[in-house]
């Protein structure tokens, strides 16, 4: 038998390809894919770092907050000449006990609000132990100034904390919530600062942009009336 063999003068049927504009349509539908492919990644990882900061800005608060209520806890009954405790409006001075151990002496402690190049923070002084009266006097008079008009020496032992917008303080006096800087509840015949209340209430305002924002409060019961702080 004689093989198959395509009969003359047939054409072979010619291999097609993509036109230019199916390959321009590809192209395009594959940058769309990368583009979206991009943005859902790029959206992952700008909520994944909202998360993480947002995360450490609570612990930020937390550790301030936490601070704060150990300066209260450790503030030392009042002693000859010196003053446990002083809010002005703007600093918040004190006397505690050091955390050394054993224990060296008392230490000052201040806090303020203040604008530095961050913006306005919520600030942290702390004084080296004061063994003398002399002492005392020196470092109290250091903590009202590094709160108004702080000097190098000053500023190195100061911790930026959080920013906030404003403060506020209320000391439990009398049986009653009073301002701070009011006489009310006081015991006639003192300053009211040479006495401890009963309880002191915090109102910090937050920035906006933090993990927090808006008012917070915080209360702190003298461990002394056997209360626990809340």
């Known amino acids: 038998m004689r093989p198959l063999t395509q009969p003359s003068g047939v054409a072979k049927p010619a ?3 993509f036109t230019l504009i199916e390959l321009l349509v590809a192209i395009t539908v594959m940058a769309l894919i990368a583009i979206l492919s991009w943005r859902g990644i790029d959206g992952m990882v700008r909520t994944q770092e909202a998360t993480r900061q947002r995360a450490d800005d609570m612990l930020v608060l937390q550790a301030s907050l936490a601070q704060w209520g150990a300066d209260l806890d450790a503030l030392v009954s009042p002693l000859a000449h010196t003053t446990p405790l002083d809010w002005d409006g703007q600093v918040l001075r004190l006397t505690r006990r050091s955390t050394a151990v054993p224990d060296e002496g008392p230490v000052v402690v201040a806090w303020t609000r203040r604008e530095t190049n961050a913006g306005a923070q919520w600030l942290r002084w702390q004084s080296p132990t004061v063994r003398t009266r002399t002492q005392w006097q020196e470092a109290w008079a250091r903590a009202a100034q590094w709160a108004r008009t702080p000097g190098d020496a000053e500023r190195r032992s100061e911790v930026a904390l959080i920013p906030i917008d404003g403060w506020q303080l209320f000391y439990y006096r009398g049986g009653a919530w009073s301002n701070a800087l ?12 040479s006495t401890l209340p009963e ?3 915090l109102q910090i305002t937050l920035s906006p942009g933090g993990a927090l924002s808006g ?13 626990s702080r809340t």
């Open 199 to 201: 309880g002191i209430r």
């Open 15 to 17: 291999l097609r390809g």
């Open 215 to 227: 008012l917070l409060v915080r209360d702190w019961i003298n461990p002394a009336l056997g209360g």
């Open 182 to 193: 009011s006489s009310v509840g006081t015991v006639p015949g003192t300053d009211g600062s």
